[in-house]
């Protein structure tokens, strides 16, 4: 597992991100009605900033979602129009996706943080950065429970650490009650708050 996630970091360098005590909290698969705004409205409360991964086709369908995200003064990043399994497509039909994506951004995740080479290199092609994860939640995961997230953040959070949240109502209960803990705990042991 560690020697996999090296590879992942050697595979996403993530230069910028390695400055001062910076961590990077991600959402991905938003923007949804349901749960989107009760994220921004604990981000608000701690007055931080984070980065969400959007899937353009629920940007299309939640348009006021989107712009409550923008307004908020967070950062978005293209995760596919329709969350496409990369392994799956050729890669014409996986940029084509990519490409679907109704917003302008320069950062780009991979839907299950898995492509082809090939398509990891066309999406880079197109200018953007792909930034992957080193602290995975899997808050998507029912037999998770927040106490356990919160120790795996604890445990694993370095300076400049890419924690991986999901705006999915899979994830809605888990991720909402621990992501309170996890930003008490991550402001007060002194890491920033930033977006990629
Ligand atoms: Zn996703």
Redesign the pocket.
Same mark, same amino acid.
């Given at each position: 597992m560690r020697l996999f996630k090296s590879i992942l970091q050697r595979l996403y360098p993530c230069g910028k991100c390695r400055v001062g005590k910076a961590v990077y909290l991600t959402f *991905? *698969?938003g923007p949804i009605p349901e749960v989107t705004p009760k994220v921004l409205a604990i981000l608000d409360r701690y007055g931080v900033k984070a980065t969400f991964f959007m899937v353009g086709e629920n940007i299309d369908k939640h348009p006021d979602v989107f712009e409550q995200v923008i307004k908020a003064g967070h950062a978005i990043g293209n !995760?596919t129009y329709n !969350?496409v399994k990369g392994w799956k497509y050729s890669t014409a039909d996986y940029i084509a996706n990519v490409q679907k994506f109704p917003k302008e951004t320069k950062l780009f995740r991979p839907?299950y943080g898995r492509t082809w080479l090939w398509q990891r290199m066309a999406v880079k092609r197109l200018g953007y950065e792909i930034y992957l994860w080193d602290v995975l939640t899997r808050d998507y995961n029912p037999r998770r429970t927040p106490e356990a997230m919160l120790k795996q953040i604890q445990r694993q959070t370095r300076s400049g650490s890419i924690i991986n949240f999901h705006d999915s109502i899979k994830s809605n209960e888990r991720m909402l009650a621990v992501l309170p803990l996890a930003i008490e705990w991550l402001l007060a042991n002194g890491y920033e708050l930033k977006t990629l």
């Open positions: *991905d *698969d !995760h !969350h839907p």
